[in-house]
């Protein structure tokens, strides 16, 4: 949504050629992004989300990664910190974002960037800097959307091996894998 309402309202966007900006009137049902102010109009305002787990975890002590591909990069951020941008305390937190491929619809590279999440995800594990870890391998979502069964088989797998991959290093650490696809 937020790509859309930037397409709409911003006249120097260039993620892709719009070929014309229609006059049209739309809402969000939310505003999307609180810094951006996007979408300029909506429907809702927003949850005041307070007490998050991200700020509870930084406040004590806790240091923590989050890591995804750039289309799931808010989930491990700005909603688990709140629909809040930005860190809680920069000397606690890392944030990794993994470039999602572009140009491309999700069934064309089904793996999409698992291997490299998991690869970032074992560096930070080994590293012994953080006491939490989070990801998002949107693999089985993001293709699983296509319709594209064959394809939604290629990315569960590829999901499987990052996490396998990622977090096979830490032996019987504590776990948590949830999924909704």
Same mark, same amino acid.
């Given at each position: 949504?937020?790509?859309?309402?930037?397409?709409l309202e911003f006249p120097d966007f260039d993620k892709?050629?719009?070929?014309?900006?229609?006059?049209?009137?739309?809402?969000?049902?939310?505003?999307?992004?609180?810094?951006?102010?996007?979408?300029?109009?909506?429907?809702?305002?927003?949850?005041?989300?307070?007490?998050?787990?991200?700020?509870?975890l930084v406040k004590n002590g806790v240091r923590t990664?989050?890591?995804?591909?750039?289309?799931?990069?808010?989930?491990?951020?700005?909603?688990?910190?709140?629909?809040? $941008? %930005?860190? #809680? =305390?920069?000397? *606690?937190?890392?944030?990794?974002?993994?470039?999602?491929?572009?140009?491309?619809?999700?069934? /064309?590279?089904?793996?999409?960037?698992?291997?490299?999440?998991?690869?970032?995800?074992?560096?930070?594990?080994? $590293? %012994?800097? #953080? =006491?939490?870890? *989070?990801?998002?391998?949107?693999?089985?979502?993001m293709v699983g959307h296509t319709g594209d069964i /064959?394809?939604?088989?290629?990315?569960?797998?590829?999901?499987?091996?990052?996490?396998?991959?990622?977090?096979?290093?830490?032996?019987?650490?504590?776990?948590?894998?949830?999924?909704?696809?």
């Amino acid at each position: 949504m937020v790509m859309l309402a930037k397409a709409l309202e911003f006249p120097d966007f260039d993620k892709f050629d719009r070929v014309r900006v229609p006059k049209i009137k739309y809402a969000g049902m939310l505003q999307y992004d609180g810094e951006l102010k996007l979408p300029s109009k909506y429907l809702v305002s927003p949850p005041l989300i307070e007490r998050t787990s991200g700020e509870y975890l930084v406040k004590n002590g806790v240091r923590t990664f989050a890591c995804s591909e750039t289309v799931k990069f808010g989930h491990v951020t700005f909603f688990w910190n709140g629909n809040r $941008s %930005g860190y #809680f =305390d920069e000397t *606690r937190e890392e944030y990794v974002e993994i470039p999602s491929d572009s140009g491309i619809t999700f069934n /064309e590279q089904p793996k999409m960037k698992a291997l490299e999440i998991a690869e970032k995800t074992r560096d930070a594990i080994l $590293s %012994g800097k #953080f =006491d939490q870890v *989070r990801i998002n391998l949107p693999n089985g979502d993001m293709v699983g959307h296509t319709g594209d069964i /064959e394809a939604t088989v290629v990315a569960c797998k590829a999901a499987d091996e990052a996490v396998k991959d990622g977090l096979g290093c830490c032996g019987a650490s504590w776990w948590y894998l949830s999924c909704h696809s």
